[in-house]
């Protein structure tokens, strides 16, 4: 944004407050001489047709309040949008944009008439919630370091924690890019270099990052897109795998209604069953997944999939004899 567009934005605000402004207040909140004050209100006046006045009683002042300086031409729909947006955010805790996003929109809220604004807030508060999952504790500060590195292409050190090991190690990553996973669970994925492939890691697992001043070049054959599309929720194995999967008439809605990965087929039966077939990277989140449906869902291929799965509730049955 321009110092003179930024100064006009700052002007707008304090036509439209409540005190009084003379060109001597004015220019010493906006740290400009007089001069220029009276300069920036004849461009209101001439270039936007503002109607600004200046009297003894109540200073320089917009006399119709409903005028909007028509620097963000913003429809209604369009600041409801940005409103809703803020409002998932504010459902996830710990995201690194939710301040910035709502200082945003207030400030874009300024261009709406103030009855407008006040019955879209009502509309968003009252009649449409958002509710998250499990929190996280993403530090803000770790994401915002690790956007520049991305866009820099810096590599990183950084202690991370391993939940599945329960492990602390140090790892240097070259960080391809960030991705968001079911909107609260933030993840970096770059070349590893301890083992010498690409990896997910988890941002709020990482107690201790610097960005370093080396920089990398990223593995021609990565492709993001594809890298996304071919594993099941956040995993990534090394071989893709094909699955195949059954579940029965009371479960087959279920996974009807949704698009699990972008490979999957669905097998209809006449008895109301349906088989989804895909092609993954990864099978423990797999297991985790199809466990979910209890009985309702039986693993047919890999073996190592079924595997798993009968291990797990193997484990589980004696959990509770």
């Not at 924690?161 to 933030?186: E, F, Q």
Request: proline share 4%; hydrophobic share 35%; with cysteine.
């Amino acid at each position: 944004m321009s110092r003179h567009l930024e100064r006009l934005l700052q002007l707008d605000a304090l036509l439209r407050s409540k005190q009084r402004h003379t060109a001597d207040s004015l220019a010493k909140e906006l740290e400009v001489s007089e001069r220029t004050i009276r300069n920036d209100v004849n461009f209101l006046r001439d270039r936007y047709g503002a109607p600004v006045e200046c009297t003894r009683q109540k200073g320089y002042h917009y006399t119709d309040l409903e005028w909007r300086l028509p620097t963000i031409t913003l429809s209604k729909g369009e600041l409801f949008a940005l409103t809703l947006g803020a409002r998932m955010l504010e459902s996830y805790a710990g995201s690194p944009y939710r301040e910035d996003l709502q200082s945003a929109i207030a400030r874009l809220s300024e261009r709406l008439p103030e009855q407008t604004w006040v019955d879209l807030q009502q509309v968003a508060d009252e009649r449409i919630l958002f509710r998250s999952g499990a929190e996280t504790n993403l530090d803000a500060a770790t994401w915002h370091k690790l956007e520049d590195a991305c866009r820099l292409q810096k590599s990183v050190q950084m202690t991370y924690y391993t939940a599945s090991s329960n492990s602390i190690s140090d790892r240097k990553l070259d960080p391809y890019l960030l991705h968001i996973y079911r909107g609260t669970n933030p993840y970096v994925i770059g070349f590893c270099h301890k083992r010498q492939e690409v990896r997910w890691f988890r941002v709020d697992r990482i107690q201790q990052l610097e960005v370093l001043a080396e920089t990398f070049v990223q593995d021609p054959t990565f492709d993001a897109k594809d890298h996304l599309e071919i594993i099941f929720q956040h995993e990534v194995g090394s071989v893709p795998v094909n699955v195949v999967i059954w579940f029965d008439v009371r479960t087959a809605p279920y996974i009807r209604e949704r698009r699990w990965h972008p490979t999957q087929t669905l097998q209809e039966h006449a008895n109301g069953s349906v088989t989804l077939c895909m092609t993954v990277r990864g099978l423990n989140n797999l297991k985790r997944w199809v466990l979910g449906y209890g009985k309702g869902a039986i693993v047919k291929q890999p073996p190592e999939l079924v595997e798993l799965v009968k291990q797990e509730a193997e484990g589980m049955l004696r959990q509770y004899y």
